[in-house]
Protein backbone atom coordinates (compact mmCIF):
# COMPACT_ATOMS: atom_id res chain seq x y z
CA UNK A 1 0.00 0.00 0.00
CA UNK A 2 1.57 3.34 -1.03
CA UNK A 3 -0.23 6.43 0.23
CA UNK A 4 0.85 9.87 -1.89
CA UNK A 5 0.36 13.26 -0.59
CA UNK A 6 0.77 16.30 -2.64
CA UNK A 7 2.38 19.73 -2.05
CA UNK A 8 3.94 23.06 -3.44
CA UNK A 9 1.09 24.74 -5.60
CA UNK A 10 -0.03 28.13 -5.79
CA UNK A 11 -0.57 30.75 -7.58
CA UNK A 12 2.15 32.10 -9.45
CA UNK A 13 2.34 34.75 -12.38
CA UNK A 14 3.73 33.82 -16.12
CA UNK A 15 7.11 33.00 -16.13
CA UNK A 16 7.66 31.88 -12.69
CA UNK A 17 8.20 28.95 -11.11
CA UNK A 18 7.41 26.56 -8.63
CA UNK A 19 8.40 22.87 -7.52
CA UNK A 20 5.81 20.31 -6.71
CA UNK A 21 6.33 17.76 -3.99
CA UNK A 22 5.08 14.38 -3.43
CA UNK A 23 5.41 12.24 -0.22
CA UNK A 24 4.96 8.67 -0.37
CA UNK A 25 4.48 6.00 2.74
CA UNK A 26 5.24 2.63 2.51
CA UNK A 27 8.55 0.46 2.25
CA UNK A 28 8.53 -0.16 -1.13
CA UNK A 29 8.19 3.26 -2.91
CA UNK A 30 11.92 2.89 -3.90
CA UNK A 31 10.33 0.19 -6.47
CA UNK A 32 7.55 2.24 -7.88
CA UNK A 33 7.27 3.84 -11.25
CA UNK A 34 6.15 7.85 -10.45
CA UNK A 35 4.06 10.15 -12.72
CA UNK A 36 2.66 13.36 -12.59
CA UNK A 37 -0.38 14.34 -13.71
CA UNK A 38 -3.02 16.90 -14.63
CA UNK A 39 -6.42 18.31 -15.06
CA UNK A 40 -7.97 21.50 -16.02
CA UNK A 41 -11.38 23.09 -15.52
CA UNK A 42 -13.27 20.82 -18.22
CA UNK A 43 -10.84 19.27 -19.45
CA UNK A 44 -9.07 15.75 -19.36
CA UNK A 45 -6.36 14.52 -17.06
CA UNK A 46 -3.28 14.26 -19.09
CA UNK A 47 0.02 12.66 -18.44
CA UNK A 48 3.11 15.17 -17.31
CA UNK A 49 5.77 13.21 -16.64
CA UNK A 50 7.20 10.16 -15.12
CA UNK A 51 9.97 8.79 -13.56
CA UNK A 52 11.37 5.28 -13.10
CA UNK A 53 12.25 3.49 -9.81
CA UNK A 54 15.71 4.32 -10.20
CA UNK A 55 15.86 7.54 -11.62
CA UNK A 56 17.69 6.50 -14.62
CA UNK A 57 14.56 6.76 -17.18
CA UNK A 58 12.55 9.81 -17.20
CA UNK A 59 9.84 11.28 -19.98
CA UNK A 60 8.01 14.22 -19.76
CA UNK A 61 4.70 15.60 -21.94
CA UNK A 62 5.77 17.43 -25.17
CA UNK A 63 3.78 20.57 -24.04
CA UNK A 64 6.36 20.89 -20.99
CA UNK A 65 9.42 19.38 -22.52
CA UNK A 66 12.04 21.88 -21.37
CA UNK A 67 10.60 23.69 -18.70
CA UNK A 68 9.13 20.88 -16.46
CA UNK A 69 11.58 18.19 -14.83
CA UNK A 70 10.50 15.50 -12.72
CA UNK A 71 12.76 13.62 -10.54
CA UNK A 72 12.93 11.67 -7.20
CA UNK A 73 14.62 11.18 -3.80
CA UNK A 74 14.40 7.36 -2.60
CA UNK A 75 15.86 8.04 0.73
CA UNK A 76 13.46 10.75 1.34
CA UNK A 77 10.62 8.87 -0.52
CA UNK A 78 9.16 11.87 -2.46
CA UNK A 79 9.23 13.05 -5.98
CA UNK A 80 9.46 16.33 -7.38
CA UNK A 81 7.94 18.65 -10.27
CA UNK A 82 10.51 21.30 -11.02
CA UNK A 83 8.20 23.71 -12.94
CA UNK A 84 10.02 26.81 -14.88
CA UNK A 85 8.62 28.86 -17.36
CA UNK A 86 5.22 28.26 -16.41
CA UNK A 87 2.40 29.75 -18.60
CA UNK A 88 -1.70 30.35 -18.16
CA UNK A 89 -2.30 27.33 -19.74
CA UNK A 90 0.08 25.32 -17.08
CA UNK A 91 -3.09 25.99 -14.40
CA UNK A 92 -4.55 22.59 -13.03
CA UNK A 93 -4.54 20.73 -10.10
CA UNK A 94 -1.59 18.59 -10.17
CA UNK A 95 -1.58 14.55 -9.07
CA UNK A 96 1.15 12.26 -8.31
CA UNK A 97 0.63 8.40 -9.19
CA UNK A 98 2.51 5.89 -8.15
CA UNK A 99 2.61 2.06 -10.35
CA UNK A 100 4.28 -0.89 -9.20
CA UNK A 101 5.99 -1.53 -13.03
CA UNK A 102 6.18 0.58 -16.29
CA UNK A 103 4.22 -1.72 -17.66
CA UNK A 104 0.99 -1.66 -15.45
CA UNK A 105 -1.24 0.93 -14.42
CA UNK A 106 -1.39 3.93 -11.75
CA UNK A 107 -2.70 2.64 -9.03
CA UNK A 108 -2.12 4.82 -6.23
CA UNK A 109 -3.05 8.79 -6.64
CA UNK A 110 -2.71 11.36 -4.51
CA UNK A 111 -5.33 14.22 -3.76
CA UNK A 112 -3.86 16.80 -5.98
CA UNK A 113 -2.64 20.49 -5.76
CA UNK A 114 -4.16 23.51 -7.43
CA UNK A 115 -1.39 25.31 -9.57
CA UNK A 116 -2.62 28.72 -11.00
CA UNK A 117 -0.56 30.59 -13.11
CA UNK A 118 -1.75 34.31 -13.85
CA UNK A 119 -1.01 36.41 -17.23
Known amino acids: QVQLVESGGGLVQAGGSLRLSCAAS????????MGWFRQAPGKEREFVAVISWGGGARRVANSVKGRFTISRDNAKNTVYLQMNSLRPEDTAVYYC????????????WGQGTQVTVSS
Open 97 to 108: AAKPSDYTEYNY
Open 26 to 33: GRTFSSYT
